[in-house]
């Protein structure tokens, strides 16, 4: 059902002639160049920009895996720039390992490799990509000689990059299905640096995972010659689960997990909601859901960093029946239960220091799991952001501006309703628009 491909950008280290002056500070040194570069996107102004730096950590250690040397850049010096030189002063026939991490929002800082390979990029909410994707890249055993003077690193983009299209080439003619949502379930909320990762239980993953609304997804419901869609991209950190069973199977029908099979709660889907109308039947109160997992084929259920997935879902006949994902059809023709999610205010507000600000949630079923954002309150109190107190009934919380700066509130809502709101506060000294 779908297929991948990878993406990278690259580091590269060229050892460069040395003065006399140089030689003269360590006569078997050499002068380093270390050239940090990403390749143009090439993607539509709603997705991340690919190549984008914001933050830059340089990280060089010794043959005995100690920091010998840490360099790092920031937004101020890094400007528009996509590529960086870094130089530095090494010992020739030395062996040193390299690494190198953007756009982690923070000054990584390990005092050897060891401790280097235990540190995680966290994002606060499932796009939080303004700054750019967050990347990594090492070379580890690299010896700098005359005959080794050019030296490429591999810096590769932390997230997976999951395009989707629909094919309603066969479905009949007296049923339509437009898309009202799509999103990625779970979502990781962190991953490692510089080694594998994979998602151990539920609480590692965000709520409601990278989300595209309605207007989004219109290019879903573009059909072009042959019932093929238009394509909508998605990110995420990596998830590697493995394999789906100890056992090939040949359908895409059968990977699809019984209802108590707790991989449910680590394996990432893309969950697609969707108003339906055929001669007989249509959405009522609630949408047609589709769930499938993804992964490497059939058989497996890997979401790789730095790989561009591409998938197409091809519904057939009614489009109600169970063929390589789950489809919750309680909704249609029937009279269940309205769900509803809404949170006062969300999007983006100005504050000034002192100022105090309720945010509020309210949604339905009232019985369905709410997070009211604890992680991310308790973060931006820590910074010094605001300060906080949670309303009596746990649905909304009273900030009270501290200091400049920009925090958020993440709110999210489960099972049947699935959905999130998040609000920016940027906090200013000044006075500026009033809330």
């Known amino acids: 059902m779908g297929r991948k491909g990878r993406i990278w950008c690259a580091v590269l280290i060229a050892a460069c ?3 006399s002056k140089e030689l003269l500070q360590h006569e078997d040194s050499g002068r380093i160049e270390i050239r940090i570069s990403c390749s143009e996107p090439d993607t539509r102004a709603a997705d991340p920009d690919e190549g984008k730096l914001s933050d830059l950590t340089i990280m060089i250690f010794d043959e005995n895996g100690f920091l010998e040397e840490r ?3 920031g937004q101020r010096e890094l400007g528009t720039q996509r590529e960086v030189t870094f130089e530095t002063t090494l010992l020739m ?3 040193y390992s390299i690494f190198a991490c953007a756009n982690t929002g ?3 800082q390990a005092s050897t490799v060891e401790e280097l390979k235990s540190l995680k990029c966290h994002i606060a909410y499932p796009d939080e990509y303004r700054e750019g994707i967050p990347m990594a890249g090492q070379i580890e055993g690299i010896t700098i000689d005359e005959d080794n003077t050019a030296i ?3 810096l590769e983009r932390m997230m997976a990059k999951i395009s989707l299209r629909i094919d309603r080439g066969g479905l009949s003619e007296d049923v339509n299905m437009n898309v009202i949502s799509a999103r990625i379930g779970n979502c990781p909320r962190q991953s490692f640096l510089f080694k594998e990762n994979s998602v151990s239980s539920h609480d590692e993953c965000f709520a409601v995972g990278f989300t595209r609304n309605e207007s989004e997804c219109r290019v879903l419901n573009r059909n072009t010659d042959y019932g093929l869609s238009g394509e909508l991209s998605f990110y995420m950190l990596e998830n590697m689960q493995g394999d789906f069973s100890s056992y090939p199977i040949e359908n895409d029908q059968d990977k699809v997990f019984d209802r108590l099979d707790n991989r449910q709660e680590t394996c990432s889907y893309i969950e697609l909601k969707m108003d339906y109308e055929s001669a007989s039947l249509q959405s009522t109160s609630s949408p047609l859901i589709y769930r499938f997992y993804l992964g490497e084929g059939r058989n497996n259920l890997d979401i790789e960093r730095n790989c561009h997935y591409r998938i197409t879902v091809i519904p057939e006949d009614d489009g109600l029946s169970d063929e390589g994902w789950r489809t919750d059809k ?7 239960d309205d769900t509803c999610f809404e949170m006062t205010p969300s999007g983006f507000v100005q504050a000034e220091v002192g100022d105090k600000l309720s ?3 309210s949604y339905r079923p009232s019985e369905a799991p709410f997070d009211i954002g604890i992680e991310e309150l308790e973060q931006d109190r820590e910074r010094g952001i605001y300060d906080y107190s949670l309303d009596e009934d746990g649905k909304g919380v009273t900030l009270t501006m501290k200091a400049p700066g920009t925090g958020i509130v993440y709110m999210t809502a489960g099972e049947p309703i699935n959905e999130a709101g998040m609000l920016i506060i940027e906090v200013n000294n000044i ?3 009033k809330l």
């Open 17 to 19: 002639s040395c003065s």
């Open 330 to 336: 309680s909704g249609i023709g029937s009279g269940a």
């Open 71 to 73: 360099k790092h850049f």
């Open 106 to 108: 923070t000054v990584m």
């Open 431 to 433: 006075k500026n628009n």
């Open 152 to 154: 490429e690193v591999p």
């Open 93 to 95: 026939n030395k062996e």
């Open 359 to 361: 945010v509020r949630c």
